[in-house]
């Protein structure tokens, strides 16, 4: 079956580190990748997404590439910051006609002034 | 502007009430979701709608009514049948076409006394 595995959290980090959240998936066809994330109190943000092999999503600062040969969608920014505290979620679905996300259990990422 | 809105953003609810949730967007989407969220857990899905007049269970859907008699307004109820209610409750709607990427709600907090 369809399936996501998230890094487990919480990823403390300083401001300025280097940040990676690693997001490898199970899927039958071809699925897309997003990223989402969720502030404190708040709904979920799509933060970016990528719809095939090797297609790189790329939003606020935050990449993440879809690897299809380590079925991985790992996500990445070169310097965090305080603001950037928040839960993040990596999610799969498979096919355009196929209404359901599969949601990873979400890595929470605290960052440190 | 567009969006989704949810109502109450707090609920508290004595044992054995049924309580009703509301959802509604104005982005002309035509599915909508209903997910809940326990702390440090991932979304679960407890119903979905494609069309109005239509809904599906989701992962989790006992103890939860819905219904879809407009396009822009999907109310869940949690009824006294859901043992353990207390938990995030997150709305999002998509549109068609747009692999699965989908706009959430800010969320109502539902405490059981």
């Known amino acids: 079956g369809n399936s996501v595995t998230q890094m487990e959290g919480p990823v403390t980090l300083s401001e300025e580190a280097f940040l990676t959240i690693n997001c490898t998936y199970t899927a039958t066809g071809y699925p897309s990748l997003f990223w989402y994330v969720q502030y404190p109190g708040e709904g979920l943000q799509l933060l970016l997404k990528?719809?095939?092999a090797d297609d790189k999503g790329s939003n606020k600062g935050f990449e993440a590439t879809y690897r299809k040969e380590t079925t991985s969608f790992h996500l990445e920014k070169g310097s965090v910051q305080v603001s950037d505290s928040a839960v993040y979620f990596c999610?799969?679905?498979?096919?355009?006609?196929?209404?359901?996300?599969?949601w990873g259990a979400g890595t929470k990422l605290i960052i440190k002034p | 502007d567009g969006g989704i809105t949810q109502s109450p953003k707090y609920l508290f609810r004595k044992e054995g009430q049924n309580v009703t949730l509301s959802c509604e967007q104005n982005?002309?989407?035509?599915?909508m979701y209903w997910y809940r969220q326990d702390p440090g857990q991932g979304l679960r899905l407890i119903y979905y709608?494609?069309?109005?007049?239509?809904?599906q269970k989701g992962d989790i859907a006992e103890g939860y009514s819905v219904s879809r008699e407009k396009k822009e307004s999907f109310p869940l109820t949690v009824t006294s049948a859901q043992k353990n209610p207390t938990a995030f409750y997150l709305c999002?709607?998509?549109?068609?076409?747009?692999?699965?990427?989908?706009?959430f709600g800010p969320g109502t907090r539902l405490t059981v006394l």
């Open positions: 709608s494609q069309i109005v007049n239509d809904f």
């Open positions: 990528a719809t095939k």
């Open positions: 999002a709607s998509e549109t068609s076409g747009s692999y699965n990427e989908q706009f």
């Open positions: 982005l002309n989407h035509d599915a």
């Open positions: 999610a799969l679905s498979v096919g355009e006609s196929n209404y359901q996300l599969i």
